[in-house]
């Protein structure tokens, strides 16, 4: 049968299980279970994408081996290809800057280009939460990281003639 949706959402469940937000709130249910959402409309690949797409990430410092995942575990687990890859696009890579490494390389991959999309837009929107809280915090994220990285990814889903231009958050 295959990996199917559900098991990427019961599999990001539990591998950011105990996990919270900028607020406090479960990373699954506040951040993972709406990007995953936004992106259904988009496919199964999409949406498996964005329930996964901070696994490898997260996890890779666990102290629990058990609890780690890597591209290659994914594979193990089923996990297809393209969102492998695409989880790959949007993994930030460790001392990796921002901008120029983490997004240049998200905008140039179409699914994990989408996946961004997704997860700058719930950013944005978790950003005014924050800025109850924190506001110089709030500010700094939003005009240092995702307003900028927002611009390189429409950009770079405007430009691409294959997969761009599709209706975008």
Known sequence: MGFTVPDAHLLALQAHEGQVDQQGRDYYLAHLQPVARALRPYGPHAEMA?????IVEDTRDH???ARRYDLDRLRDLGVPEIV???????????GEPYISGSIR???A???GRLVKLADNKHN???NAELAEV????ARRLREGRYRPARRILLAAEAADPRNGRRILF
Do not use: F, N
């Not at 492998?84 to 460790?94: L, Q, S």
């Open 50 to 54: 964005g329930a996964l797409h901070d």
């Open 63 to 65: 102290p629990d081996p």
């Open 84 to 94: 492998v890859e695409a989880i790959d696009a949007v993994t930030r890579r460790p």
């Open 105 to 107: 390389r998200a905008a």
């Open 109 to 111: 991959h179409p699914l």
């Open 124 to 126: 944005l929107a978790a």
């Open 134 to 137: 924190d506001p110089e915090k």
